[in-house]
């Protein structure tokens, strides 16, 4: 699977972003994809995920509860992340994934070239 992320950028605190991640190749459908976002020096943490059947899952607690919303359109292959009420501890570079639902992530999925998120 292929991704690109777009979206990203340099917002002030209080600002919102919407992240895209438009996939390519087989059998979209079939893989678990989601979020995750890296500082440098700093292992890649996720954000939020959706199963193949439409689950999905918010991670980060209390940090990002109720800020971040993941939706997808199925028949464009993209994914997306709107982002609320951004933070100076938001900036990160956000990834795009897909791994075979079930696999771990951190060694199974195909990820994107990242796009930057600046808050300040």
């Known amino acids: 699977v292929q991704l690109v992320e777009s979206g990203g950028g340099s917002v002030q605190t209080g600002g919102s972003l919407k992240l895209s991640c438009r996939a390519s190749g087989p059998a979209y459908s079939e893989y678990c994809m989601g979020w995750f976002r890296q500082d440098p020096g700093k292992e890649r943490e996720p954000v939020a995920t959706i199963a193949s059947g439409g689950l999905i899952t918010y991670y980060g607690g209390d940090s990002m509860k109720g800020r971040f919303t993941l939706s997808q359109d199925t028949a464009k292959k993209e994914l997306y992340l709107q982002m609320e009420s951004l933070k100076p501890e938001d900036t990160a570079m956000y990834y795009c994934?897909?791994?075979?639902?079930?696999?771990?992530?951190?060694?199974?999925?195909?990820w994107g070239q990242g796009t930057q998120v600046t808050v300040s």
């Open positions: 994934g897909s791994w075979r639902c079930g696999m771990n992530p951190y060694s199974d999925a195909d």
